[in-house]
Each structure stands twice: as C-alpha cells, then as structure tokens.
C-alpha cells in the first residue's frame, strides 16, 4: 500500500485545515483493507503521536486528547481516502502529520503506525 498526505500548510491560530490521504495499492494482489487507518504527527524534538484513528471494519474512531472536539476523521471509501479535518487549530498543533495502515485498532489507544507515507508539513503560527 502507498500512502499520500497532503493538506498542509501555515495557519492562524484558530483556524482550520483538511488533511488527505490516498491508498494505493501497489503490487499484484495487494488488499487496501488494513484493520485501520490512523493520523500520526511529529513535532521537532518531540516522539512521534497518535492523533487520530479510524476503524476500518465498523467506523470506529479515536481521538487523542491533545485534539479531541477539534478533530473529526473520516473515510471515503470509493476514493480510497481518509480525511483529518481540523479545526481551532493552535501553536502546539504545528508538527509533520502522517497517515498510515495499522493491524490493529483499540478504543482507548487507537491504532499503529505500521506502514506511513510521506508526511505534511502543518505550521500554527501568527
């Protein structure tokens, strides 16, 4: 599976950002029906988070702290895309987001990063 963030980018405090991200399969036979897809990001100096997962089977989604009521994750299947949608974006949100495949999916811990993409550069600043 190739995955492909875009959406980035300098924002206000305060304002809003939709992050995208494409699957595709790549080799023969290869199934784009991971158990989830999940929203990762990294700040400089900082571990790698989760922010966001989504449970690929029944919808379930999961929400860090950090983004709760801020953060909605969504999923078109027809496209093969998953979506971040952000909002009240602050300062502390600035990192490189990724998305990724995971194996497994868990309400109180969402999900892993096994296999990411290229992440997207997103900056809160005034």
């Known amino acids: 599976v190739q995955l492909q963030a875009s959406g980035g980018g300098l924002v206000q405090p305060g304002g809003s950002l939709r992050l995208s991200c494409v699957a595709s399969?790549?080799?023969?036979?290869?199934?784009?029906?991971?158990?989830?897809y999940g929203w990762f990001r990294q700040a400089p100096g900082k571990e790698r988070e989760v922010v966001s997962c989504?449970?690929?089977?029944?919808?379930?989604?999961f929400y860090s702290d950090s983004v709760k009521g801020r953060v909605t994750i969504s999923r078109d299947n027809v496209k093969n895309t998953v979506y971040l949608q952000m909002n009240n974006l602050k300062p502390e949100d600035t990192a490189v987001y990724y998305c990724?495949?995971?194996?497994?999916?868990?309400?109180?811990?969402?999900?892993?990063?096994?296999?990411g993409g290229k992440g997207t550069q997103v900056t809160v600043s005034s």
């Open positions: 990724a495949t995971s194996h497994y999916y868990y309400d109180d811990v969402g999900c892993a990063m096994d296999l």
């Open positions: 989504i449970n690929n089977k029944d919808g379930r989604k």
């Open positions: 399969a790549s080799g023969f036979g290869f199934s784009l029906d991971p158990t989830a």
